[in-house]
């Protein structure tokens, strides 16, 4: 049998492996390519970086360089993602790699069902976030380790069992050899062959006979072999001088002394170590039995020996790999568990998992499905309720786990099978990382992006307000000033007219007695005068509001003037939401400090969110200014007698993104807008509501006596 590798060997050659990984980044995208190549090579620069530009390059990399991890896009011109991960699974010469697909924001569920029914182990939403991206790429080269080790180490078990049933063959062989020697040897004495007899009788390889002092008065070839020695060197020496080691050698004396004087309490099977020709030492299992001669007095000990040292070394590198495994797993902050193809029994789960799902691991031992207790309803429902819950399968799952105090976790759970050397699957390692973490980083992000979205809108409606409010001044200034002109004109006519038509009653005036047709002129005139000043109003409010803020809170602002504007603003959806709008400003309040345009977007954001909560026509709306005499603040009410918020509502109107209305296109960031523009000019703003009851908001915003 060969020398196994020394642990000290074979940790070094696991630490090489492990620093020099392959990845592989497929993607037809050079700025994306580079990017991922820059991300992976600055954190981990021993990491060997491969790249491939489309799908069949790829293909021809993984064959050639077999990658420790691949990173995939999806869409490539020539052959899609898909299909590259398929053909990497169904290659059979290649080992397991992990592959981690990498998508856009639009892709769906079926599409990441397809991606995980061809074999991906992961995706990667692009553009790819540096934390995600590492913590993706370690966790499936982790699982890729484990998945290698545990492949390595069942291979050398199996190596080590067939190499042994080869020894132990070749052993019983030679013993069947000797047994057949002996019983067709001639001439031998009815006593030599009663004894020989004796020693066959008991099945071993190493035949050693002692007599009462210890000397050795017969040995096998076996045993020669074993020790180094020819049996005609060997025999008449004291064994316990010659072939044991010093340090054991008094206490070897006294097992056999005691097996001469037959105590009951001496073993029959011990083992111990043997010291060879050569100076080694070698691991002997005994069984001893008395001999005896024909009176029956007991002559010596016959022992049969089986050297275990090669056995005993893979014990104990068996148990220094299992504690390797161990060591490994129950520091791992992900849950890892090995399940019996058959039976679906758990055969090991770390600790993580008591942490993870908050429950002892003697529960899932004693009972597999105590797994599924802490999953959500919703998504035990949704993922479970075509079949019954099995550990015992290949799965890539996420879902949401309840803890005790009802606190959520997400977490990612893989499943992956393992064969024995038959090709059969007898086993399924599994691994579950929390990502909770993760899923909120995903959020953040999403509502950072459409945080700038909206911005985007903002900024262009402002450009669109500017542009549309220039071009409307300039024709409204003509209409402005030939109304002016018309009703000077018609003053010295009106005279003229009053004496033609005196003198011709029966003439009209466009159709109508000149008696209707002046006061309808006159109004006409009237009217036209007012709606270019309204027009011109309107303008200068659009302007003011799409003005670029540049943040400065040190204007003295007239708090009646940001409400008349804000009603001016949004007039139109005033008149659409209520026929019962009323508001009444009081004149005597002081301004404050602060920005026009930033109170002007809270007062519109108000009213607005007034004017959606109405559920008809008739529901007043009312906004009232007034001061407070003792301290001197600022006060604007906006009152509504729409549907109210929830209470469940209200600990959440500031939060951004929150809102009721985003199936008819609300964002849930005005008032989150509106609060920090309040806090900026050092005021408050209490909601006051109740479901079905309407709402009050009140401003308040400190006063100034400049």
């Avoid at 980044?25 to 992976?40: A, F």
């Avoid at 079926?110 to 991606?115: A, K, V």
């Amino acid at each position: 049998m060969g020398h196994l590798p020394r642990v000290n060997d074979r940790f070094n050659l696991m630490r090489e492996k492990a620093i020099l990984k392959k990845v592989l980044v497929v993607d037809d995208e050079d700025i994306t390519l580079n990017v991922i190549c820059r991300i992976i090579q600055r954190d981990n620069p021993s990491y060997i970086v491969l790249t491939a530009p489309n799908g069949e390059a790829a293909l021809e990399v993984v064959n050639a360089e077999v990658p420790d991890a691949v990173l995939l896009d999806i869409n490539m011109p020539d052959i899609d993602g898909y299909e590259v991960c398929s053909r990497i699974r169904h290659t059979t010469s290649l080992p397991y790699i992990p592959v981690v697909l990498l998508t856009g924001m639009n892709i769906t569920t079926e599409d990441r069902l397809h991606g995980f029914n061809v074999g991906c182990d992961d995706y990667l939403t692009k553009p790819v976030e540096k934390q995600n991206l590492l913590i993706r790429l370690n966790t499936v080269l982790r699982i890729k380790e484990l998945h290698d080790q545990l492949r390595e180490e069942r291979d050398t078990l199996e190596q080590k069992v067939i190499s042994r049933t080869r020894e132990l063959a070749g052993a019983n062989a030679q013993l069947t050899q000797e047994v057949e020697a002996r019983k067709k040897a001639e001439g031998v004495l009815r006593r030599e062959k009663d004894r020989a007899q004796q020693y066959l009788d008991i099945a071993g390889v190493m035949l050693v006979a002692l007599d009462g002092e210890g000397t050795i008065t017969m040995i096998n070839r076996k045993g020669g072999e074993v020790l180094g020695y020819e049996e005609s060197d060997i025999l008449g020496e004291n064994w316990f001088d010659t072939c044991i080691p010093s340090p054991s050698r008094s206490e070897i004396r006294r097992v056999s002394r005691r097996l001469l004087d037959r105590d009951d309490g001496a073993p029959e099977y011990f083992e111990n170590s043997v010291l060879t020709r050569s100076g080694n030492l070698r691991m002997i299992a005994w069984h001893n039995s008395l001999l005896r001669d024909l009176e029956g007095r007991v002559t010596g000990l016959l022992s049969s020996g089986e050297d275990i040292t090669e056995r005993k070394k893979a014990e104990r590198a068996l148990k220094e790999s299992e504690d390797r495994f161990r060591q490994i797993a129950e520091n791992l902050r992900e849950v890892f568990w090995l399940v019996d193809a058959h039976t679906g029994a758990i055969l090991y789960i770390n600790p993580a998992f008591e942490k993870m799902w908050e429950l002892p691991r003697e529960a899932i031992y004693r009972d597999y499905t105590s797994w599924n207790k802490r999953i959500h309803p919703d998504d035990k429902k949704s993922r479970f309720r075509d079949r019954q819950f099995s550990l015992a399968r290949s799965f890539n799952e996420e879902y949401r786990l309840v803890r005790p105090d009802g606190a959520l976790r997400w977490v990612h759970v893989r499943s992956f099978p393992i064969q024995n050397r038959r090709n059969e699957v007898y086993r399924f390692a599994g691994i579950a990382t929390d990502i909770t973490e993760l899923k909120e980083a995903a959020e953040k992000e999403l509502q950072h992006q459409q945080q700038l979205l909206q911005a985007d809108k903002m900024a262009s409606l402002g450009i669109l307000v500017s542009g549309v409010a220039h071009e409307v001044n300039n024709p409204n200034m003509s209409i402005s000033m030939g109304a002016g002109n018309i009703s000077l004109v018609f003053k010295e006519i009106w005279p003229i007219l009053d004496e033609y038509f005196a003198a011709h009653p029966s003439q009209t005036l466009g159709g109508l007695p000149y008696t209707l047709a002046k006061p309808n002129l006159q109004k006409m005139l009237s009217g036209i005068a007012d709606g270019s000043s309204r027009i011109a109003r309107i303008v200068k409010d659009l302007k003011d509001f799409s003005r670029k803020d540049e943040g400065y809170l040190g204007e003295l602002v007239d708090v009646n003037r940001v409400v008349e504007s804000s009603i001016s603003m949004v007039s139109n959806l005033l008149k659409k939401s209520t026929v019962r709008f009323e508001y009444s400003l009081h004149n005597d309040i002081p301004r404050i400090r602060g920005n026009f345009q930033q109170l002007q977007q809270v007062m519109i954001n108000l009213l607005t969110n007034a004017c959606q909560a109405l559920s008809n026509e008739n529901q007043v709306i009312k906004v009232l200014s007034s001061r407070d005499a003792r301290g001197g603040n600022v006060t604007i009410e906006v009152i509504d007698e729409g549907i109210g918020i929830t209470q469940n509502n209200m600990s959440k109107i500031f939060d951004p993104f929150f809102t009721t209305k985003r199936d008819t296109g609300g964002t849930g960031i005005g008032l989150s807008v509106t609060y920090n523009i309040v806090k900026r000019h050092n005021g408050s703003i209490d909601f006051h509501s109740r479901e079905g009851q309407g709402t009050r908001v009140i401003l308040s915003l400190p006063g100034t006596q400049t």
